[in-house]
């Protein structure tokens, strides 16, 4: 357990302290902000998906605490490069892990991210590991109007 929780700050802290998706992206094909109001995390998640429906360059804006922040930045570590299908299957994997229902042949799927599946013992953390990746969900709902998604509605 020590090394799993070792492992997991160590991660944790990269992707907090140095984000590689943390930035304004240029033109974006798709863009939508999440907020988190218990704790107060906000993400602006921006996409650029090509005709063929593959994310070709993603990134996000905001702030929060570590956890809403390092999730937001792991999550396009994955979806970037893959499909809108594929990363929309991710999120799916993700939420698993994050309710403990995940085997460990999907945990492999998640690589980085899977270091976030001890959140689902810490409820309190639970809405700012999954803003972005509910973000990333609200975004390609078909009748989505582009409004601000909230953990709350979750």
């Not at 605490?65 to 994955?78: K, R, T, Y």
């Not at 939420?95 to 403990?100: E, F, N, Q």
């Not at 998640?110 to 809405?127: T, Y």
């Amino acid at each position: 357990m020590q090394n799993s929780r070792t492992f997991y700050n160590e991660i944790l802290t990269e992707h907090n302290l140095h984000p590689e998706h943390k930035y304004k992206l240029i033109a974006p094909t798709k863009e939508l902000r999440g907020v988190n109001p218990s704790c107060g995390d906000k993400i602006t998640l921006q996409l650029k998906v090509s005709d063929e429906g593959v994310i070709d360059a993603g990134s996000f804006i905001g702030d929060g605490c570590a956890i809403s922040q390092a999730s937001a930045d792991m999550m396009l570590d994955l979806i970037i490069g893959r499909t809108v299908e594929e990363a929309l299957s991710l999120k799916d994997t993700f939420l698993k892990m994050i309710k403990g229902k995940v085997t460990e042949e999907e945990l492999e799927t998640l690589e980085e991210a899977s270091a976030l599946q001890d959140i689902a013992h810490m409820p309190a953390r639970v809405k700012c590991a999954v803003l972005g990746w509910h973000t990333l969900e609200e975004m390609f709902k078909e009748n989505n109007d582009s409004k601000d998604v909230t953990t709350e509605d979750q």
